[in-house]
């Protein structure tokens, strides 16, 4: 490993072990030092913290930067409900800001008219539904409830209307007023994107502003 030039070189490899009785990849740093013409010296250190590490950064980087998106988000609905529109301007601005912001593909709000649900502003969908009885389906479901909904396998659940093929997850949250259950944030994943606690813990707070 050693260059003809004379100097050091080194490389980074893991290898799985037991470490504190569970299995677990171990990282280790080679460094190849020659000698003469025929030796090398070979110095090997246990660099497994300092990965760890990097990789926490790499993790607290990711949540500082998708919390200063939530803040934004926030911002920008809170703002819009502030302004002097009309209740579709208000709407049709919120689902395109929540699409922008966190690049969710499919988002749309539906509005409680008498027993169904009715479609107000969308994004991202190439055939909708335009109402829905909310005896029926997972918007139905939290329309009934005023519970929010997570659900990571869509084509599992029973209650699952589908709209168009392709749907990896859905998360779906109540509209709120003074209460009452007037409407249903409904956002789903494409591709290879799922959602996760933390998307729904965001969806959430959308629907109380």
Known sequence: MASSTGQTQSLEYSLEGNINNARRL????????????DQVLMLVRDVSKRHDDEVSLQ????????????????????????????????IS?????????????????????????????QVGYPTFIERLPISKGVMGKVARTGQSILLRSPKDDPEFVVAFEGINSEICVPLLDAGRVVGVLNVESTEK?????ADLQLMTALSDT
């Open 26 to 37: 171990a990282h280790y740093e080679a460094r190849f030092a020659p000698i003469d013409r």
């Open 59 to 90: 993790t607290l980087t990711l949540e500082a930067q998708r919390r200063a998106q939530e803040l934004l988000l926030l911002d920008k609905v809170r703002t819009v409900a502030t302004q002097e529109l009309e209740l579709k301007q208000v």
């Open 93 to 121: 601005k919120t689902v395109n800001a929540i699409a922008e912001t966190f690049a969710y593909t499919v988002v749309s709000i539906y509005l409680l008219e008498a027993d169904e649900l009715v479609m107000q502003h």
């Open 193 to 197: 994107r799922f959602f996760d606690e």
